[in-house]
């Protein structure tokens, strides 16, 4: 396991800095971010003046040296928007982000799996067409008209929960989140609920194939005649069974939730670092792109090794000294 | 019996409206963009300019159409042909209660252009000028050759406190701690992205803010913006989309307010290159630029039908544009009209300058920065191809287009060779636009910064020049006047329209409409 993790780490390692190539020059070649910055009113001396103190000036690998220099003492660079270090921006709208990516995971896991279940345990039942129906509709409708849909219904039309913004927060382990509060729970079940729609449908399915080639095992055939009950078999033998394809996908999806969440936020005013993203994005605010970009690298490989930890304790067949040999 | 309900009526009535000056009422507003810091000096940019006036005074302030009025300064006038005397108010109180002096407006105006990491900073108006106390309530601004934009420029710059805020960084100001001005709010609350929280000042020496809590609330998608107004999430929002204004009109408890904008939509030429990237003949080969020909300028701008435009691209929110500012503002021309469509004379035109047949050219704009300006660009690329000039229409995010707009070519020059801009004018009058945009591109002067287009007169560089060293008002007004009308003539740019902005509040409330796009809680007012 040591070994495996050591290993793990050191082909992560590699990822990061290849990705910190890519991700430097690819986002340094794009655009001119003194015409973003400077007030129109500036001359040409002040536009200069400008482009040094951005750093903008030195060729693009000696902006990459000092770039790499900063990161091995933990500073990828300050924003050109805010003056303050891009990695404490991010680490700042990040508990906005998690908490908003935890609870699209809850609601994913919650309502995809029990649908799923049912729709695979009673597949001509006319509630399972629909649930599939629904699932379909979770697949392909674009996230931000269903964004904007929920805010008028739910906001605009009935006026039961806020539009925008994020509600009051509170401590729980001396970190602020919103679901410590009813205020909190209330902004961000729209946006969660925006957020895991794709998450739901992709939740539905996979359990809902899982359960429905199950029941049709040979070990679920045998439970059966040795008169194990209806329920320990679905809940145990098929359950931990199908659970595997289930916790590999909800894992990486987890990264997306994260990664993608930036329209979401954009929607409903969610202060979270996706929205600082696309801000960043659209304003060239280059220091905060690429450290972004790198964070989310760490996070998809720290993701992809819990995952593969958790596999090894849903079915003890899979021994991780064997992988990545 | 009669006359009592009458008397209760009264009093209950006055009751409401002594209740409705004391106790306490929360404003929340929904904003387009965010400002990036709460330190006054740290972005020269609209939003953070506009948050920082409700915190901090200035020396002058510019009322709701960017007319000079005192502000911390009760008045200031040149006293000598480099010295101008600012006479401050005395008996102000900033908000941790000490008093304001002449060594706030040193050390403000000290701090200003030097704080560090700004990505753009004040220095653009402080340049070439001095201050010295001369006691606790006057200070001289002395410049090395005579400035009349003085005012305009000191309007500009927020007073911060010597004692909490002048030794302090940026981080101090968005803490709070070091946010202390003279203003008529106080800080609150900051939390980036998220919302500004700012309160009443109780001692504020002008006249005190109806609201005695305001909630900024930065959200920047459009319908988003307009969802949490009908939701009643916010009292308020600014940038209302053009696509959105008849639904909020045709709504009973929503009330818009409209005002025309200091800012110019216009197209610059190429007018320096014989050989223009973007411009081709008809067959696709290289022609000598016809951009140079002051005909072809004409040619086209005639060919422009800025009222469709005006209505059907900007749904009718826009005014046409016939000079640099709309009217009202000091510098404009009296004389001048929008050029009136007219293809016909357009093709005539062509046809004498010796393009009777047309030529190709394309037409570059941000389709990201303007009110629906990709759409402007395909209006005008269909206009000019109706007289023969074969445009194709290429638009691009901002974050691309005004680098290469500006110093995009292999040899620093801009890039494109016909595009669609815009300017604000900050300072509210026409020497803003006249010395960027019309003045002869010269670095060693500071000249021409966004003349992408090049174009050059040495007549109106003369005027243009004598105009801003011109301290007497009224000649200066008309140099300005004149220097516009010379531009125009000369078709050194071709304005189209100027932006009109709409906010959106609540029934009984209304904003009163700025013209430099602010978003003020001192601009709304009940009904």
């Not at chain 1, 933990?74 to 508990?95: C, Q, R, T, W, Y």
């Not at chain 2, 004379?345 to 629906?372: S, V």
Request: a negative charge; aromatic letters at 10%; glycine letters at 8%.
């Amino acid at each position: 396991m040591t070994v495996f993790v050591i290993r793990r780490l050191m082909q992560a390692f590699f990822v990061v800095f290849l990705m910190s190539v890519i991700v430097f020059f690819g986002v340094n070649i794009v655009g001119d971010p003194v015409y973003m910055f400077v007030s129109p009113d500036a001359d040409q001396a002040d536009i200069e003046a400008a482009i040094r103190r951005l750093g903008l000036d030195r060729p693009i690998w000696e902006q990459y040296f000092l770039f790499l220099k900063g990161a091995a003492q933990g500073n990828l660079g300050d924003s050109f928007v805010f003056g303050e270090p891009a990695l404490k921006l991010i680490l700042h709208h990040m508990p906005a982000t998690l908490e908003l990516a935890f609870s699209a995971l809850f609601l994913s896991i919650v309502l995809g799996i029990p649908l799923g279940l049912f729709s695979g345990l009673y597949p001509d039942n006319p509630v399972s067409k629909g649930i599939m129906a629904g699932s379909i509709l979770g697949f392909s409708l674009p996230t931000f008209w269903v964004g904007l849909m929920l805010i008028l219904l739910f906001a605009v039309e009935l006026g039961w929960l806020p539009s925008t913004g994020r509600g009051d927060t509170a401590s729980i382990f001396g970190i602020q989140t919103s679901l410590a509060t009813w205020d909190g729970i209330r902004h961000i079940f729209l946006p969660a609920l925006n957020l895991s729609l794709l998450k739901i449908s992709l939740a539905i399915r996979l359990t809902r194939a899982g359960v429905r080639e199950a029941m049709g095992q040979d070990y679920v055939k045998y439970a059966r005649a040795k008169g194990v009950s209806t329920s320990r078999i679905i809940f145990v033998h098929v359950m931990k069974n199908i659970m595997i394809p289930v916790v590999t996908v909800m894992g990486l999806e987890f990264g997306s939730l994260i990664g993608f969440s930036v329209v979401t936020e954009t929607i409903f005013a969610w202060p979270g670092m996706g929205k600082l993203l696309i801000d960043a994005i659209l304003q060239l605010d280059r220091p905060v792109v690429v450290a972004y970009l790198m964070i989310m690298v760490l996070f998809f490989v720290l993701i992809n090794l819990v995952v593969d930890i958790l596999y090894s304790i849903l079915d003890p067949r899979v021994r991780l000294q064997d992988q990545g040999a | 019996m009669i006359k009592l309900t009458a008397a209760a009526a009264a009093t209950v009535s006055a009751l409401a409206l002594f209740t409705g000056a004391a106790f306490a009422e929360k404003l929340t507003i929904g904003l387009a963009s965010e400002p990036t810091s709460m330190d006054p000096h740290f972005h020269n940019l609209g939003p953070n300019n506009a948050m920082s006036v409700h915190l901090f005074d200035r020396l002058i302030a510019q009322d709701e159409k960017q007319r000079l009025s005192p502000g911390l300064a009760v008045s200031w006038k040149p006293i000598d042909d480099l010295t101008w005397e600012f006479k401050l108010r005395e008996g102000v109180k900033f908000h941790d209660g000490s008093d304001f002096n002449a060594d706030d407006v040193i050390c403000t105006m000290e701090r200003a252009p030097e704080v560090p990491n700004s990505p753009s900073g004040y220095g653009t108006y402080l340049k070439g000028k001095t201050f010295k106390k001369i006691d606790d309530y006057t200070v001289h601004a002395i410049t090395e050759a005579p400035y009349p934009l003085m005012a305009n420029d000191i309007s500009t710059i927020p007073v911060i406190s010597d004692s909490a805020g002048c030794g302090a960084a940026t981080e101090d100001f968005n803490a709070g701690t070091a946010a202390v001005g003279t203003g008529p709010f106080k800080f609150s609350n900051y939390k980036p992205g998220e919302s500004i929280t700012l309160v009443r000042n109780e001692d504020y020496w002008g006249d005190a803010p109806v609201w005695s809590e305001v909630e900024f609330r930065p959200i920047k998608s459009g319908p988003s913006r307009v969802a949490a107004l009908l939701a009643g999430d916010v009292d308020m929002i600014a940038g209302v989309p053009t696509t959105d204004i008849k639904t909020l009109e045709s709504k009973d408890d929503i009330q818009l307010s409209q005002g025309v904008s200091n800012r110019v939509i216009y197209l610059h030429m190429d007018q320096f290159r014989e050989d223009s990237p973007f411009v081709k003949n008809n067959d696709g080969g290289a022609i000598k630029n016809p951009l140079m020909d002051q005909r072809v300028r004409l040619a086209i701008s005639k060919a422009i039908n800025r009222d469709a435009i005006v209505e059907r691209v900007m749904e009718g929110v826009a005014l046409p544009a016939g000079q640099l500012l709309p009217e009202g503002f000091f510098g404009v021309s009296d004389k001048l009209q929008p050029v009136a469509y007219d293809p016909e004379g357009a093709k005539a035109l062509l046809a004498e300058a010796g393009y009777g047949d047309g030529f190709q050219m394309t037409i570059h704009g941000p389709n990201d920065r303007y009110i629906n300006d990709a759409k402007i660009a395909e209006a005008i690329g269909q206009m000019l191809t109706r007289i023969g000039i074969k445009t194709a229409v290429e638009t691009m995010p901002r974050s691309v287009y005004f680098g290469r707009a500006s110093r995009g070519s292999p040899d620093g020059l801009p890039e494109f060779s016909f595009i669609l801009v815009g300017w604000g004018a900050g300072s509210g009058e026409a020497s803003s636009p006249l010395k960027s945009l019309i003045h002869t591109y010269d670095k060693d002067k500071g000249f021409g910064s966004s003349n992408r287009g090049r174009h050059s007169n040495a007549e109106i560089d003369a005027l243009i020049e004598e105009a801003l060293s011109t301290v007497d008002d009224e000649k200066r007004q008309d140099l300005l006047a004149k220097s516009t009308e010379m531009a125009i003539e000369d078709v050194a740019i071709i304005p189209t329209h100027f932006q009109v902005n709409t906010w959106a509040a609540k029934k009984g409330l209304k904003y009163i409409p700025r013209t430099d796009e602010y978003t003020l809680a001192t601009g709304v007012v009940k009904e």
